[in-house]
């Protein structure tokens, strides 16, 4: 059979993507940040009323990371990022897209995207932002991995960044102890064939919108209008919704997308879920019929970092050397939107 032309190869590559394909694309540079403040258990029992005990029994959670006043989330993004790149052996000026997922944005407009491009050099990139809340960067990896290694986006940066203290009411036992700060991000660029993502999964269910939400600051409920009400302004969350969703959401979206790319769970070599609960992350690997050594976990040092969780759980991951290349690796998170899915790839 004759080698297709270099012109016929691009031409297929061009197809693929279009009818639905994943481009050979792969991470090859991971970074992440969290902020020097560490605040525990015990800080927020003299602030509100729980324990220790409660918030572990409960959550698994031990302490978390807290931004100084003057961090924004992209501030957090950037040094993520500019880890990536550096991994990835790239400088600001080779990124040609910036996929950026947070629910803690700098400001209502303009972009977080845009701004950390800025921050950070990225002069040639593309830049927009996600928001599907916890599952945000679940849903920035898909989006990146089909403009990632084509002809027109060489590399694309995709960063998971929040800020949640700023959002939250402090006053709130239920919701403050669960929530840190952090950044995680990874380059996607072209790999070799059997490696980089084989697909994803998502899915939404917008009826569950106000499980998780802040009511007021959009145009619904502007702040200082006539409805509405004090608190209104921070992340609210119907804990007892969320755990029913969480629990059903988090295997359905794994064995979603081994059965869209026909793999089995008992090829996956590690399970890197969102970190919001280590009790729904028990819940889940027990649905999936899987140990918990075949996932992991870092939500008892940084809490529930939202869209930024999985990135830094992978980055750690990679860095205690549960991931090697050829593993089948699958990212899986759930948030508000109601808003679920899954990734899964082969590590280059």
Partial sequence: MCALSTTSAARVKVLNSRSGMMPPAGIVGL??????????????????????????????????????????????????????????????????MLILATSSPDVPLSSTAGITQHKLGCKNAAAFDINAVCAGWVHALDVGSRYAGTRDYSNVL??????????????????????????????????????????????SDGSGSEVIEIPAGGVRTPILSSGFDEGDQY??????????????????AVRGVLERIGRDLSEVDLIIPHQANLRIVE????????????????????????????????????DEGLVNSGDLIVTAAFGGGLAWGANAFVWT
Wanted: with cysteine.
């Fill in 31 to 96: 970074g992440s940040h969290v902020p020097s403040k560490v605040m525990t258990n015990e800080d927020w029992a003299g602030l509100v009323e729980t324990s220790d005990e409660w918030i572990t029994t409960k959550t698994g959670i031990k302490e978390r990371r807290i931004a100084d006043p003057d961090v924004c989330t992209s501030d957090l993004a950037v040094i993520a990022s500019q880890q990536a790149i550096e991994e990835a052996g790239l400088s600001p000026d080779d990124i040609d």
């Fill in 158 to 203: 995709v960063v998971g960044s929040e800020v949640y203290s700023r959002i939250l009411n402090w006053d709130d036992r239920g919701t403050c102890v669960l929530f840190g700060d952090g950044a995680g991000a990874a380059v996607l660029s072209e790999v070799g064939d059997g490696r980089g993502m084989l697909g994803s999964w998502m899915m």
């Fill in 283 to 318: 819940a889940g690997m027990e649905n999936l019929g899987l140990p918990m050594d075949k996932t992991f976990t870092n939500l008892q040092r940084y809490g529930n970092t939202a869209g930024a969780s999985v990135p830094i759980a992978l980055r750690e991951a990679v």
């Fill in 235 to 252: 992340f609210q969350m119907d804990g007892r919704a969320v755990w029913r969703f969480a629990i059903e959401a988090f295997p359905q």
